[in-house]
């Protein structure tokens, strides 16, 4: 079994920064993948990037140029830093993983509790 905690969510100003965390820990061996999705109210979970193989990430449309995220295998944890943020970003983050790589990432049920991020004046 994989836990994964999620920390660094809040309340930013539009054009602000954030950066969430997600550490795993238990059965680590067996994750592949990594991505972030959120859910913002009212609507479908949605992707917000991955990494599904080594050294290849990919972003929802809606935040590229803004958002990146990394991997630092070393302390089994993903990052997203999320910059220029905006009112539609406010959402629950929620961190995922697996052992499914590739265009099969979507797959993975390994989840986080979600950290709240509101974008707000």
């Known amino acids: 079994q994989v836990q994964m905690v999620e920390s660094g969510g809040g309340l930013v100003q539009p054009g602000g920064s954030l950066r969430l965390s997600c550490v795993a820990s238990?059965?680590?061996?067996?994750?592949?993948?990594m991505a972030w999705y959120r859910r913002a109210p009212g609507k479908q979970r949605e992707l917000v990037a991955a990494?599904?193989?080594?050294?290849?990430?990919t972003y929802a449309d809606s935040v590229k140029g803004r958002f990146t995220m990394s991997r630092d295998s070393a302390k089994n944890t993903v990052y997203l830093q999320m910059n220029s943020l905006k009112p539609e970003d406010t959402a629950v983050y929620y961190c995922?993983?697996?052992?499914?790589?590739?265009?099969?990432?979507?797959?993975?049920?390994?989840w986080g509790q979600g950290t709240q991020v509101t974008v707000s004046s």
């Open positions: 995922n993983a697996g052992p499914h790589s590739g265009p099969a990432y979507y797959l993975n049920d390994y």
């Open positions: 238990g059965s680590i061996f067996s994750i592949n993948a």
């Open positions: 990494i599904p193989i080594r050294n290849s990430t």
